[in-house]
C-alpha cells in the first residue's frame, strides 16, 4: 500500500498540473481515485512557485468539469440503453422515476450537493445523465458547486501541507485513513446492505418452502 501512494505522488510529481487535472477527472468520472494526493502536490507546487494560486484553482476545476462532464454523457447515452435492457426490472424503472423526481423537484440542491460531498460526487454527474437532467442546469451548477468545493479543499489543503511537510512519518496513515472515510465506509454500508438483502431473501425461500410443505 504504501508503494503505492509513493508511486501515485511520484507520478503526480513529475506530471505537475497535468497530472493533478487527470486525476481530477478521473474522479468526477467515477473512478476512486485519492485526489487528496492532487490537492496536496497542487499546493506544493503553489509553495515552489511553479504555479500560481489561480492557475491551480483553473487547472483543479477544469479537471473536475472534464470528468464531470463526461460522466453526465455516459449516464444520457445510457438511460435508453439501460431502460431497453432492464425494462422487465421494475426495480430499475421506478429508481429511474424516483432518480428523475428527486431531479425535478430539487433541481439544483441536488447538483449542488452531488458536487460538495466526497460519497456522492464520483457518480453524481452520471446519476444526472440517468435522470435527464437539463444540460444547461446541469453545467451552470456543476459549475458553480466544483469552484466552491475546489476553493474550499485548496484552503484547506494549505494548512493540512504544513502538517504534511512537518511530520513525513504521518503521511501514508492520513492518505490511508482519507482513503477509508471516503470509500470505505461507502462500501461497508454498501456490503452490509447486501448482506440483509440475502438474509430477507433467504427467510422468504424458507418461508415459501414451509408454505408449500404445509400445502402438501
Known sequence: MEHFYATLWAWLQV??????????????????VPTGLGFAVAEGLIGA?????????LWINAGHLVGAGASYYLG????NALARFLAHRQGFMDARAQM?????????????????????????SFVAGLAAVPLPQFCLWTVVGTAAYTAVTMWLTAYGWQFW??????????VVGTLVLFYGL????LLHHLILRYRRH???????????????
Open 202 to 216: 433467504r427467510a422468504e425461500r424458507r418461508r415459501s418452502r414451509e408454505e408449500n410443505k404445509s400445502l402438501a
Open 76 to 79: 444520457r447515452a445510457s438511460d
Open 49 to 57: 512557485g511553479a504555479v500560481s494560486w489561480w492557475g491551480a484553482f
Open 100 to 124: 428523475q423526481r428527486w431531479y425535478h423537484k430539487y433541481g439544483p440542491l441536488a447538483i449542488l450537493f452531488g458536487r460538495l460531498v466526497g460519497h456522492v460526487r464520483p457518480w453524481a
Open 15 to 32: 506530471h505537475g498540473m497535468t497530472g493533478v487535472a487527470l486525476f481530477m477527472a478521473a474522479e468526477s468520472a467515477g473512478a476512486p
Open 186 to 189: 461507502p462500501l461497508a454500508k
Open 165 to 174: 511537510m512537518a511530520h513525513p512519518d504521518w503521511r501514508v496513515p492520513l
